[in-house]
């Protein structure tokens, strides 16, 4: 028995009714989760944007502490003997690597230190020469980065403990790669400014998609929602004969 609204009748079944109500919540649901996504990501955007301010001069023992791009001075000489090839980097819509060199403190601890990006040669067995001599010590400004993360993407390979240098990685953990260099590394990494020294492409940009993207699937997951109610509606109002 349906209800009636006069000269109309709405008499939903049970099964539209119950399916009605389990995707429309879902739909809301993904909606505000895109919602939530969006807001996060631009605190992430607007922490990025903050980061441009004047360089802290720090020791390691704040790095960990810092919050995240936050623009640093450090004092200490790179170790170019033995540096690390990010795979699977993409620039301008082209594949190639991330250098991550070691940059020893006047403390002794090691952070990496991201160089910027370098093309791919077309042949996995031809390797970048990225060699430099380096100043016995420098200073050097940059941002403070955690390193990059797979997600839900495939190829994570560690780097080889075995192999020579540069060694080629991809998507790896902190603590592999302090055990192909054979010494303790700062858990986080230093994006080197673009207009510094012995560095390759860099462009840094805050990561992730931009956040009104999110807004904008948040939006049609609710638009779903609505249509699913509409749809509804209409297909359960019948004329009483």
Do not use: C
Request: proline share 6%; glycine share 10%.
């Amino acid at each position: 028995m349906g209800i009636k609204l006069g000269q109309r009748e709405f008499a939903p079944s049970w099964l539209m009714t119950v399916a009605t109500i389990l995707f429309g919540s879902l739909f809301v649901t993904l909606g505000f989760w895109q919602w939530q996504r969006g807001a996060e990501r631009q605190a992430t955007w607007d922490a990025f944007a903050r980061s441009t301010n004047s360089a802290i001069e720090v020791g390691t023992a704040h790095l960990a502490v810092l919050p995240e791009f936050s623009r640093v001075r450090l004092r200490g000489s790179y170790a170019p003997e033995r540096q690390f090839l990010l795979d699977n980097r993409i620039f301008d819509g082209r594949a190639g690597y991330e250098i991550l060199t070691p940059f020893v403190l006047t403390d002794g601890h090691v952070v990496l230190v991201n160089r910027g990006w370098i093309p791919f040669a077309g042949f996995r067995d031809q390797l970048p020469d990225v060699a430099f001599d380096a100043p016995h010590v420098s200073t050097i400004v940059g941002r403070i980065d955690e390193l990059p993360s797979a997600g839900l993407a495939s190829g994570r390979a560690a780097p080889q403990t075995t192999a020579g240098w540069p060694r080629v990685t991809s998507f790896p953990r902190m603590t592999e790669l302090a055990a192909a260099l054979g010494r303790p590394l700062e858990s986080r990494i230093v994006l080197l400014d673009a207009d510094a020294a012995y560095g390759y492409e860099r462009h840094w940009a805050a990561p992730g998609l931009n956040p009104m993207r999110h807004v904008g699937y948040a939006v049609q997951w609710w638009g779903f929602a609505v249509v699913l109610l509409g749809l509804y509606v209409g297909l359960n109002l019948r004329k009483v004969v």
